[in-house]
């Protein structure tokens, strides 16, 4: 089904944030500065994303300034459909306090401009599964990015019995400052680790289809929190797909660790993955896949098998390969072609569990689409578009999914003459 975008408007922080209490000062209000500044790069930069990521620079703003008892009217924020490359807009975001029941309301303004950065497919691809059941606090993932490359990072973790605060950070280890563009997608903390990973991805590619994102500046030996995550023994799993560019500088560090809940140490131990040889990353020089098909609506069916069984279930095997799953972005060029009679004909795409449960998520021509979950209550597929092709003619289908973290593989995609 297509999605409409405008429903993900506040649901793309990059952390959500609660700073509701009744009993503020109006005091509070004069911490928060009357203008921020915020970088941005998109072609062009949506509205639903500018508020999200004002919404998310507002409040990073009330935490650094410790101005506690603070609610942002999210609903309220006011900005322009689109920001397109090289222009400027202010985002307005009302911040209200409340004292002896008297409101009190701040009109912060967000000068955003979108940079226009231009970037092909990732470098990279990183993930951080390894091991998927955090065991206590520790480092989980270490990587390194340098000299204007780009990854795609997907992390995955989850607990049993412990509460954890799951933090992926960008730091500076150098003596100047650097620049990194991020756009991260954000699944749970959720009982539904399948659920947790759709959102994930829809939110990734929802991003994806703009090239959308915010430029950081971090300073010399400084460091950036992107995302935090509450795992909880109800809450048990976290993830984010996220893509990360370094701008300018000669090197960003990002780093995934488990904390205990509230707070932040510098200095925890690695947690030795259960079989990768004492590593810590996973690290696949290769981000996408790309198939080139063709089809004739004479003919009846095309299958194309998306992804293989966990890369996890056969450790013996090494890193050295990685078959399709979780985070390789696939690349379809589809050719439909009606060009043996004269009558019109209908063709539908399916999207079909071969491995066990999973949904699915599509960029088709530009249009986002989604699937339910699939391989459970019967039902093992279902009908993503439908196509018409007139007498004596063909379609071109730029199709971009992505496997999602929790989901089960191999699946098919498939065309059907009617």
Not at 109 to 137: Q, T
Not at 206 to 222: D, E, H, L, T, V
Not at 279 to 285: A, K, N, T
Request: proline share 6%.
């Amino acid at each position: 089904m297509r999605i409409a975008v405008l429903i993900l408007a506040f649901f793309l922080c990059f952390y959500p944030v609660n700073l509701l209490n009744c009993t503020a000062s109006a005091n509070d209000l004069e911490l928060i500065p009357q203008k921020i500044s915020l970088k941005l790069s998109g072609s062009p930069v949506p509205q639903f994303l500018l508020k999200a990521l004002a919404y998310d620079e507002v409040a990073r703003k009330i935490e650094e300034n410790k101005a506690k008892n603070l609610y942002i009217l999210k609903d309220q924020i006011q900005c322009i459909n689109f920001l397109y490359p090289k222009e400027t807009t202010i985002i307005t975001v009302p911040v209200l306090t409340r004292k002896n029941g008297k409101k009190s309301i701040k009109q912060i303004y967000v000068v955003a401009k979108n940079k226009g950065l231009s970037k092909g497919s990732d470098d990279y691809l990183m993930i951080s599964n390894d091991p998927e059941i955090v065991p206590r606090e520790g480092v989980l993932f270490r990587e390194e990015l340098k000299d204007w490359k780009s990854a795609r990072l997907l992390y995955y973790h989850s607990t049993e019995d412990k509460s954890f605060d799951l933090v992926t950070t960008i730091y500076n280890p150098t003596d100047w400052p650097i620049e990194v563009f991020a756009s991260a997608g954000i699944g749970g903390p959720s009982n539904d680790g399948i659920y947790a990973g759709h959102v994930a991805t829809l939110r990734f590619m929802n991003r994806m289809q703009y090239n959308a994102g915010r430029i950081i500046k971090i300073p010399p030996r400084s460091s950036y929190e992107l995302v935090r995550q509450r795992l909880t023994p109800q809450t048990k799993t976290g993830t984010a797909i996220a893509r990360l560019w370094l701008v300018s500088g000669h090197k960003a560090g990002i780093e995934i660790k488990a904390q205990k809940p509230g707070e932040k140490k510098a200095d925890l131990a690695v947690i030795r993955p259960k079989w990768d040889n004492g590593r810590i990353s996973y690290f696949v020089p290769s981000s996408i896949i790309n198939i080139e098909k063709e089809f004739d609506s004479n003919d009846y069916r095309l299958n194309i098998r998306i992804g293989e069984e966990p890369v996890f279930v056969t450790p013996k095997r090494g890193f050295d390969i990685h078959l399709g799953n979780y985070g390789l972005l696939h690349r379809i060029n589809l050719k439909l072609s009606n060009n043996k009679g004269n009558k019109p004909r209908n063709l539908s795409l399916y999207y079909t569990a071969r491995g066990g449960v999973t949904r699915g998520v599509f960029l088709i021509n530009g249009e986002l689409y989604e699937t339910g979950l699939l391989d459970t209550n019967g039902t093992r597929s279902e009908k993503i578009a439908s196509i018409k092709l007139p007498p004596r003619s063909s379609k071109n289908l730029e199709i971009l999914m992505m496997q999602q973290p929790g989901a089960y593989y191999p699946t098919t995609l498939s065309v059907h003459a009617n």
